[in-house]
């Protein structure tokens, strides 16, 4: 890894209680730039600056949180922010026909509408200023469906393509925006999948009920769930080079299937993908 920046810059970096969130908050303070990390829990917050960093209540579900949160930071700052790394979020596994609506918005709240929010109130602050940086937390399920994973897969799909837009709209701004896009990588991403799976699916009564059950082994297994699993320090990596380099790239896949699947997105018809995915 690189040496430390000689200059340091601000960044509000949201979901920091575990993961990636985590990795990267503690990787940025330790190489000097100014880390806010935040967490939905009061608990977890307590933990962070425990830790040494500064770290706030953001709850991406809540307008009321995220401007407060916001406004905390920008106090702090004399009212600047050079960077937003936007990584809070979980996966609601389930067929989609097993998905009702409020699953679905429940998804859609958490990994797209606070991140848009967060995203909306940072800008002015950063078209003022004339610089900044906003860095997206997107997935390999951002371009490749996978089945089982639907309601993840749109929000990625969807955070896509509002980054794409944003980052045509802010052209000439000084404002970079760039995708991250990790495949797996070591967390508690699926204890937490788990969790919405027991809440909003209904398993024995659907007829995708023997595929839920090696559903369920995986999201219960100790160790790495699939093959070519990286540790967070992997989108650290990347982090870094989207906050801290004069030309940052729109894109940064982390894992080989991130890479895999973006080539075989690009060479094959849909129908053979398909084949493919389906095997997944």
């Not at 000097?32 to 040494?52: E, K, S």
């Not at 993840?152 to 393509?161: C, T, V």
């Not at 009564?205 to 595929?211: I, N, T």
């Amino acid at each position: 890894m690189d040496s430390p920046p000689q200059s340091s810059r601000s960044i509000l970096i949201t979901g920091c209680s575990s993961g990636i969130g985590l990795c990267v908050a503690r990787g940025l303070h330790a190489r000097g730039h100014r880390v806010f990390a935040t967490a939905r829990r009061r608990r977890d917050v307590a933990r962070l600056n425990a830790m040494g960093l500064e770290s706030l209540v953001l709850d991406l579900d809540d307008d009321h949180s995220i401007r407060t949160a916001l406004a905390q930071v920008l106090e702090r700052t004399g009212g600047r922010l050079f960077a937003l790394f936007n990584n809070g979020a979980y996966g609601q596994p389930g067929a989609l026909e097993d998905l009702d609506r409020e699953a679905l918005r429940a998804q859609f709240e958490t990994n797209l509408f606070g991140w848009h929010e967060l995203t909306r109130q940072v800008i002015p602050v950063m078209r003022r200023q004339g610089e900044g940086r906003i860095i997206q937390n997107s997935s390999v399920l951002g371009f490749a469906a996978m089945r089982m994973r639907g309601a993840y897969n749109a929000s990625k799909f969807a955070l896509e393509g509002l980054s794409d837009t944003l980052r045509l709209e802010l052209h000439g701004s000084g404002i970079h925006v760039c995708l991250i896009e990790p495949g797996p990588i070591e967390s508690h991403f699926r204890a937490n999948a788990y969790l919405k799976w027991k809440q909003h699916v209904d398993a024995e009564h659907s007829v995708h009920r023997e595929a839920y059950r090696a559903l369920e082994e995986r999201l219960v297994k100790e160790g790495p769930a699939a093959p070519f699993t990286l540790p967070p320090e992997a989108v650290l990596k990347r982090v870094i080079h989207a906050l801290e380099s004069r030309h940052p790239r729109p894109r940064y896949p982390v894992t080989f299937p991130t890479y895999l699947f973006a080539a075989l997105k690009r060479l094959l018809p849909t129908r053979a993908l398909d084949r493919i995915l389906r095997k997944v």
